[in-house]
């Protein structure tokens, strides 16, 4: 591609490095983000960001300030933000496509990548890209046809990714000695060649999947989200494809203290390529502590519509609720580890639902769980937050546009987070940020830090 910048243009041992225009945008931001880091580290690295419980140690770590990450957060009251905006003011500020009320896929990488708001032609830029590096490999097809029939969709994802990895630029730039500063462009080839590939990649898993392997190419018209309704035999569903617009929006992600995201910045810690990463971050997701919950809130409300032959009465509602709780079961999509409010996400799929399917039994069925089940946790007491979170209503979405098969809604959400995933890798590299290597202790260990001998007792 043209270099703008030739005094950015930087000398490897080996060859000659030239930025491309996207490149340039990360590369100009460097020499002081760089800085920044290195005075923190020298000037301040004795200060205390926060202490370890033991309740904590032993709980996962949750809550605990360890990992540091500028593409996105999530606050307690206000959702996820990705790169200090809010979801409010994404859906306000972000590009969209004419006539579509949904953020471009291509605008919200390029505000995660380059950490500015982006025009309509910043957006269009990224779609373009993608569309450059679409195709997938004959030989990571062929494997994938090759697995049994029963394989889950989400192996299907990861051993495609990780397949993929013989494509690396990073690789070859590595073993060809790229400077260590430099490490984040072809990290940055990797992980627009592995993006872009993506909705495509999806889509032929669902086909061979589901639909006896038809294949439909990509409409070079449509942009990234709504390609895939395309592929998926949607094309002519302009609702679907927004609501794909919508998805890939919302879940591209989520901080960097998630399984998916947290995994993902381990392996690639090391070192290893974005593919390596996100194969790993991919099978973080498929758990069903982390991935599957959307599912599993699908299935919670389709029991619920079968047991009472309908949408319940507020009254029946509420007791069953209640029932459920008595019983040391959970109601599946509410309450998060972070958030103390209702799911911004949530609020937009509401919103997207009481437009285009108000009148769908099992959309009313959502929006009475949320009117009845926040008011039986708060009045039970025992959650730190009785609010939906953003699977509480996804899986009713998809499955309202015909996208019925449960265990394909986690390579969704694994599609829309590794915008995140891969930004944050081109960060991590670009930052210099070293291998990540905690402590560990034995429980004789903790208990002497403590005074307490347990063992005995």
Known sequence: MVVTNQNLTTNTSMFTLEYTPLQEKIAVQLPAMRQRIKRLAKE????????????????????????????SYVDPYDGIHMRGLSVKQLMAQLPKR????????????????????????????????????RMIPGYVLRMLKALP???????????????????????????NGIRKPDYWVPT????????????????????????KGEFIPMDLDLDWSANFAHMIGKGDDLEYQELCRLFFFLHADQGRGNVTAHTTHLVSSTLSDVYYACSAGLNGLAGPLHGLANQECLRWLLDLRARFGGCPSRAELEEFAWQTLDAGQVIPGYGHAVLRHTDPRFTAQLEFGKEYMKDDELFKLVELVYQVVPRVLTRQGKVKSPWPNVDAISGTLQYHYGVREFDFYTVLFGVSRMLGTTAACVWERALGQPI??????????????????LKST
């Open 98 to 133: 004419e006539g579509s009320k949904i953020p471009l896929a291509g605008g919200v990488y390029y505000l995660l990548l380059v950490g500015e708001l982006p025009t309509l032609e910043d957006a269009l830029f990224i779609e373009d890209e993608w569309k450059e590096r």
């Open 149 to 175: 029939e029963e394989t889950h969709p989400m192996t299907m994802l990861s051993q495609a990714i990780l397949a993929m990895q013989n494509e690396s630029e990073f690789v070859r730039a590595y073993q």
């Open 188 to 211: 940055l080839e990797d992980s627009l060649n592995l993006t872009g590939s993506l909705p495509a990649l999806a889509a032929y898993i669902y086909n061979l999947k589901y639909r």
């Open 44 to 71: 301040y690295g004795d200060r205390k960001v926060g202490e370890v419980t033991v309740a904590q140690a032993l709980g996962g770590l949750r809550g605990v300030n360890m990992l540091v990450g500028d593409i």
């Open 436 to 453: 990540e290597r905690p402590m560990s202790m034995t429980t004789d260990m903790m208990e002497k830090m403590i005074g307490a001998d």
